[in-house]
């Protein structure tokens, strides 16, 4: 139990080492707010997964920037005396807004969890020392250099390859990875860019062994993902369009896809990315972790969550190196058998580096009790 002090904003810019390219565009570096929280009991950090603009989802930097200071961060500074087991309960008022939600909650039970000196990964009852990395490719401009990165990528280790997919890039560009590749674990992200009459590029793809088909179709459709999953041998997955708990047991009583993506940061953090987590297992429905470019800050958490029994996939849980050259805390790094290890020291087991928020910091901001409070 504690009273939150002051909450930092703390918008940063880092260069990313490859531009990301996915059927809503590209992104060539990484902008993002972490949130620091300072309780009676120590500090904490978030970060959050909104980018620049509102393609992802309907949250943005500027957007999740206002909600977080002007409706979150005020409601968490006055509720007064909070615990990891009441904290959703002051945001109960403001709705939506998940991304800015989930950075504020995640920094606060990382100060929790540091003052009481238990890593975030025991105190979610993770079971694994380490986790095994997928990596997820954006959209080469060639098939050569896609060709290039995937030999690349397995070289290093990664037990899972993803390749983004869009109309007109997609059937040829996977053949012609499993044709390189016949046995390793490939599946496709379309990131919602098809519709209903696209099923024969799904179709196609049937005989190629994927592991999974993510998010082929518009993010509010489920009843058209349940069609679609019908008519498929191979696995959907959804990632955009599971953004709670009750979406995903609607998801799944729909028959809209059988694998879940669990993003702390799209679903309102850990404590709802746990909901999910226990749903699934409870109906054998295997979840993976999926990333959002995340800093060290947010990589951290990742993998706390990543090693919890039901994440029995590969998660989008890569090393800093994949995607920049110098992260914000000391560096994640991927051991050459593909696997990463999950932090162990008390919350989520890192901090950003003093000197490299020197240099990313662009805008700050700090929520603190009015004088009365
Ligand atoms: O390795 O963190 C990673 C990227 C994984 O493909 C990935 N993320 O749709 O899942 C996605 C995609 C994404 C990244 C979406 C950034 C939006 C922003």
């Not at 950003?352 to 700050?364: G, I, K, S, Y």
Request: net charge negative.
């Amino acid at each position: 139990m504690s009273r939150v002090r002051a909450i930092e904003l703390l918008l940063v810019e880092l260069p990313l080492v490859r531009p990301f390219r996915t059927s809503f565009g590209e992104m060539a570096e990484k902008r993002c707010i972490l949130v620091r929280v300072e309780t009676d009991g120590g500090e904490g950090w978030g970060e959050c997964v909104a980018d620049t603009r509102p393609d992802f989802s309907g949250e943005f930097n500027d957007g999740a920037w206002l909600v977080l200071r002007d409706f979150l961060a005020p409601a968490l500074v006055r509720a007064g005396d909070v615990d990891v087991g009441s904290v959703e309960e002051s945001f109960a008022a403001i709705r939506g807004n998940p991304m800015a939600k989930a950075a504020l909650l995640d920094a606060f039970v990382d100060a929790e969890l540091r003052a009481d000196g238990t890593s975030l990964a025991s105190w979610l009852g993770a079971e694994r020392p380490r986790v095994e990395c997928g990596v997820s490719i954006g959209i080469a401009p060639s098939v050569d250099a896609l060709l290039a990165q995937v030999d690349g990528y397995l070289a290093e280790g990664y037990r899972r390859i993803k390749l983004k997919i869009e109309p007109g890039t997609d059937i040829e560009r996977v053949r012609a990875v499993r044709a390189a590749h016949p046995d390793i674990l490939l599946s496709v992200d379309a990131n919602a860019a098809y519709t209903p009459s696209d099923a024969d590029v799904f179709r196609a793809m049937e005989d190629l062994g994927l592991l999974m088909i993510e998010q082929p179709l518009h993010h509010e459709d489920l009843l058209r993902h349940a069609e679609l999953q019908a008519n498929l041998r191979t696995d959907l997955c959804l990632d955009e369009s599971i953004r709670s708990v009750a979406d995903t047991a609607a998801a799944l009583d729909l028959g809209a896809c059988r694998i879940v993506n669990i993003k702390q940061g799209r679903v309102g953090g850990v404590l709802e990315a746990r909901r999910i987590h226990d749903l699934c297992r409870e109906r054998g429905v295997p979840v993976w972790c999926g990333g959002m470019l995340e800093t060290g800050v947010g990589r951290a958490l990742n993998l706390a969550l990543a090693a919890m029994p039901g994440f029995t996939l590969p998660g989008d849980t890569s090393a800093s190196a994949r995607y920049f050259e110098d992260d914000l805390t000391t560096p994640f790094e991927l051991a050459p058998d593909g696997t990463m290890a999950v932090p162990s020291e008390p919350g989520i087991g890192v901090t950003p580096l003093p000197e490299r928020l020197q240099v990313c910091v662009t805008r700050r901001e700090i929520v603190r009790p009015r004088s009365k409070e």
